[in-house]
């Protein structure tokens, strides 16, 4: 596996793991569909960004600055489009 395949697989089970311990806290009783899909898009936009942002520092570190600069526009036009 590659160094961010290892990062986005790490990335997505502490999203998972994060969900699954809100989701089933005792404490809490039930969780309603809308709340549970509002935190698990929340939970893969976050996972997304932080996936892209990961592989543009990757990218930036072997010297490909310009790849590492589009990289982080589609994070920035994902987030927008995501905030409207």
């Known amino acids: 596996m590659t160094p ?3 990062v986005g697989v790490v990335a ?3 999203i998972a793991l994060r969900i699954i ?3 089933f806290k005792p404490a809490s009783g039930l969780v309603s569909i809308d709340v549970a899909s ?8 976050d996972a997304f ?3 892209m942002l990961c592989a543009a520092d990757m990218v930036t570190h072997y010297g ?4 590492a600069g ?5 994070v920035e036009h994902t987030r927008a ?3 409207n």
């Open 38 to 45: 509002k935190a698990v898009d929340a939970s893969v936009r």
């Open 70 to 74: 589009r990289i982080r526009k589609v």
């Open 64 to 67: 490909q600055e310009e790849v």
């Open 21 to 23: 311990y809100r989701t």
């Open 12 to 14: 997505l089970s502490a």
């Open 4 to 6: 961010l395949e290892i």
């Open 49 to 51: 960004e932080a996936g």
């Open 81 to 83: 489009a995501n905030d």
